[in-house]
């Protein structure tokens, strides 16, 4: 089964714009990165060269670096010896605009990785270099090529992305925000929403329920998934002593996303509390602090930011977190023991997260770095997100609800001139605009909502 990745486009679009830098796909692992590029590399390229350094080709790869790398005294030095030793692996090579190398799991060597200034400036070829744990490359070995990169993030499957899968994504693109449509599509839509929120978006997993229609299969994959990517993140930790330290957090995490509101003052020290009761001798909040650092870097969590009364200038960084795929939201939030309906508005509003953290990294439609969530502090109210609209420069409010509920809250924001604007977005409805400041559109939507209501109403 192929399935198709929005990346693809921007991907092309990179080729075609030839800035000469090196690019640096992120994402989590197992997300597809090394499909999508062997994918782009043999339909786009006349020679393609694919190195991981995880494995065989990347040991025999610095084997040739070793010998492009000799030199006897009196004799001339090799000026570029990367191209050499890529000459060396492969005697098909050419340095010109018709190849690609990739070199996957690039993190595996600094050796490699602070070649990256040569191959941004010195080479003729595309070069794209990948991995899943790019968190390493911070250490002091690697040498950070500021100005020779161009970086892009891959993410578990979208929405739209998993539609396509069942050759619905036309609907998906076409249907009506606000109710003009038929009936039974916002409500096929949904169904297929209910199933993404559990299952999530990583490729195995999507196949997997496409192939068999079995969520116990689903979870299986899911908990596989976990299991590898805490057992190799381990081997990159010097301070780790629990072996369990990744696991506790993950539940750490969706029992802090079920408890608190408001955001919290120290999110390290509150998940130390709940993933070891108190801090001892042997689990540090340093190590807990470097577990968390780890599992952003990797692309596993990411974190909001608070607004205090919808004020743009008055931000509190790293005041929530959210899982970076609803299939692992759900499996942890699952295990929590909290009632369906509680965790199912925890994935709806992680969900539009998801939706708003893409709108920050891909466009430039959105203030921030990170997507916000806002207090009130004169009823002591929240909104479940606040987005300050680069293009019209209007305030927008977002509340989540996964079924008909009601939103103080937003509402008393609008009503006092802190919102322009409030969307309201349901797990059960067909949409509707009221008093033209009022959106509500269906949850499984909000992907395609606008923030430049001012220039089209």
């Known amino acids: 089964m192929e399935l198709r990745r929005n990346i693809y486009k921007k991907l092309l679009a990179w080729k075609k714009e030839n800035t000469g830098r090196v690019l640096e796909l992120q994402g989590a692992r197992q997300v597809g990165k090394t499909y999508i590029l062997k994918k782009f590399g043999k339909e786009n390229f006349s020679k393609m060269v694919y190195i991981n350094m995880a494995e065989t080709t990347g040991k025999h790869f610095l084997q040739c ?23 060396l692996y492969d005697e098909t090579f050419k340095d010109n605009k018709d190849t690609v190398v990739i070199i996957d799991e690039i993190q595996e060597s600094a050796e490699i990785y602070n070649q990256i200034r040569t191959l941004a400036r010195e080479f003729q070829a595309y070069v794209i270099v990948t991995g899943s744990y790019l968190g390493r490359t911070i250490e002091p070995d690697f040498f950070l090529p500021a100005g020779d990169m161009d970086h892009m993030v891959m993410e578990s499957m979208t929405f739209d992305e998993f539609l396509d899968v069942f050759d619905e994504r036309e609907l998906y693109e076409k249907i009506d925000l606000y109710g003009k449509g038929r009936t039974e599509d916002y409500k096929k839509l949904m169904e297929y929403y209910e199933i993404y929120q559990k299952i999530g978006g990583y490729p195995a997993v ?11 299969k689903c979870m299986g994959l899911i908990s596989d998934l976990i299991n590898v990517f805490s057992d190799e993140s381990k081997r990159y930790f010097e301070d780790i002593i629990d072996i369990n ?13 079920m408890q608190e509101k408001q955001g919290i003052r120290d999110l390290t020290a509150e998940l130390s509390k709940i993933a070891y009761q108190e801090e001892s001798g042997r689990t540090t909040k340093k190590m807990i602090n470097h577990a968390i650092s780890w599992l952003q870097e990797s692309h596993i969590i990411g974190y909001a930011s608070k607004a205090v009364d919808c004020d743009y200038k008055q931000i509190k960084d790293n005041s929530r977190y959210y899982f970076l795929d609803l299939g692992i939201a759900y499996y942890f939030l699952s295990r929590t023991g909290a009632p369906y309906d509680v965790i199912k508005g925890l994935l709806a509003e992680n969900f539009v997260y998801l939706v708003l953290r893409r709108r920050i990294e891909n466009t430039h439609e959105i203030a921030g770095l990170v997507p916000w969530f806002a207090s009130y502090e004169k009823i002591k109210g929240e909104l479940d997100f606040y987005v300050r609209s680069l293009v019209d420069y209007k305030n927008y409010g977002i509340e989540v609800k996964s079924t008909d509920a009601s939103a103080k809250t937003a509402r008393k924001l609008l009503e006092d001139g802190k919102l322009d604007y409030l969307y309201l977005l349901k797990g059960e409805t067909m949409g509707g605009i009221a008093d033209g400041r009022i959106f509500t559109v ?15 109403l």
Do not use: H
Request: with cysteine; charged share 25%; hydrophobic share 50%.
């Open 442 to 456: 269906p949850l499984c939507l909000a992907d395609r909502i606008e923030f430049e209501l001012s220039k089209v």
């Open 65 to 87: 670096v070793s010998i492009a790398m000799e030199w006897e005294p009196g004799k001339p030095m090799e000026e570029t010896p990367i191209r050499k030793a890529l000459e």
């Open 245 to 257: 330290m990744f696991q506790k957090l993950f539940n750490a995490i969706a029992l802090l996303m």
């Open 206 to 216: 999507v196949a997997c329920y496409a192939e068999y229609r079995d969520l116990n």
